[in-house]
């Protein structure tokens, strides 16, 4: 198999701060494996260690111990982010660029002539409905117009690894499907894609896999049908709550 | 080189596009152009301060254009979390740090021309030969001290989080570096022993940023440093700055950044 993601062992600690409180632990040895060709749904309540894993995955932090990959390069290494896109959880841009030139200014870091730039920012402009702003400053833009900013600039290289950190969070019904359906194109060109998301429903319709994260610690990996036979649960949301501890409680 | 070069466009079209660089530039314009309507008289003796207040405001000016803007670079990719996307591209930290220094030199230099372009239209041109070659060497002079500026700044914006507290020290060490730096040898023949000792050293560590004030001789006519002199100036900023982008590259190589 091609292993496109891989992380062994993975721990890591946030210094504690200057009261010499202890050092917070985010991850404990995490072991995950991504494919190519999968959309990876990568799960867990708030706090679990999901964004700190992009972070440590895209070079933004060192790990603590353990190892990370993308397409078999070490993380620390920059090269190995010229086939991947990512989009952060929260997104902001050089306010005072216009979209185009801000794809235009990632285009140059990948390195892409520009004949290709023009035509991929063409393509994703329309892709994510952006072509009416696109001589606009980002400033000017509304919480969900910078979403699909985000979007468009994680693709803006055509790679082949896609990270994205909750990529429907901030977006109306019709956003959502609009990402949905872009994740479901991106996974027929054999693209994989390596998403966070709190929104199961989301999930159980588009990952084919799905890794849940509590508290720091992988509680489940595996094929989303396998998960639910194994908990002997109705759909992954009740897979989730199972893990997660949560007892439904008696309403007086 | 031509991510280093991307980031540093970012850099030059974000201060074309705030609105400082121009209020500074219509401040001086305007301040000049009032000591000039003194000039009625047409004596010849106040062309000179009016020379000495424009090139004393290009100076402040210009110091003011390259610490703010080379303070917010680095603090203001993490504040409004452009750091995140840009890191995310396989760009190294060290390409940031030279392209965010390249593009703050630039642009101060940009900003500087303007300034000189002005002060030539402004003073050079009522002088009864244009002194081409001193206003050459004095903005080229003045653009390598720029370096050692923008250097300084940008380590200052990998150590302090805080914009407004890195802008502030900047601004204290570099006036303070530039009135009273030159003094420190005088002022440590003067002292008793450890302290003797710890002023000459900072008189040997400090960027001698005024060797590179050459004002008077161009308010007063008189010969300016040959073309030799200059270039080994520009040979001591050059590796002045150099140690200061590696150490900020230190500093900010293994920097923790998370979401
Ligand atoms: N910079 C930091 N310093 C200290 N602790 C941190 C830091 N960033 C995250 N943490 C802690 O690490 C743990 C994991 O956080 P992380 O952001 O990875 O969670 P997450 O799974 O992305 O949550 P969410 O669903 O809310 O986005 C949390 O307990 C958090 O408090
Ligand atoms: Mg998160």
Known sequence: ?252 | MSRIWAVATVVIKELYRRKDFYVLFVLTALLTLGALSVNFFDDPKIIRYVKDICLLLIWLSTLIIAIVTTARQIPAEKEDRTIFPLLAKPVSRGQVIAGKFLGCWLASGLALLVFYIFFVAVTGLREPHLMWGAYLKSMFLHWMMLAMVVGLTLLGSVIFTAVSANVTICLIAIFGILVVGEHLAKIAVRQAEPVRTITYTLFYCLPHLELFDVRAQVVNNQPLPGWLDCGLASLYAAAYTGVLLYAAWLLFRRRSLST
């Open chain 1, 1 to 252: 198999m091609n292993e496109i993601l891989q992380v062994e062992n993975l721990r890591v600690e946030y210094p504690g701060g200057r009261l010499r409180q202890p050092a917070k632990i985010a991850l404990h040895g995490l072991n995950l494996q991504v494919t190519q060709g999968e959309v990876f749904g990568f799960l867990g309540p708030n706090g679990a260690g999901k964004t700190t894993t992009m972070n440590v995955l895209l070079g933004f932090i060192p790990p603590t111990s353990g190892s990370a990959a993308l397409f078999g390069i070490d993380v620390r290494q920059p090269i190995a982010r010229q086939r991947i896109g990512y989009l952060p959880e929260l997104t902001y841009y050089y306010k005072f660029l216009t979209a185009e030139e801000l794809l235009r200014f990632y285009a140059k870091l990948f390195g892409l002539s520009r004949a290709e730039t023009d035509l991929r920012i063409k393509k994703l402009m329309a892709l994510v409905e952006l072509e009416h702003a696109a001589s606009r400053p980002i400033k000017s833009y509304s919480k969900g117009m910078r979403q699909r900013v985000g979007l468009a600039q994680a693709l803006i290289n055509n790679p082949d690894l896609l990270i994205l950190d909750e990529p429907t969070s901030g977006l109306d019904p019709l956003g959502r499907m609009k990402v949905r359906e872009i994740i479901q194109r991106l996974k027929d060109e054999g693209k994989t894609v390596f998403f966070s998301s709190h929104e199961m429903g989301e999930v159980e319709t588009v990952c084919d896999h799905v890794a849940i994260l509590h508290q720091g610690e992988l509680k489940a990996a595996g094929v989303v049908a396998d998960l639910v036979t194994q908990y002997r649960a109705d759909n992954l949301e009740q897979v989730f709550l199972k893990i997660v501890g949560y007892q439904p409680q008696e309403v007086a």
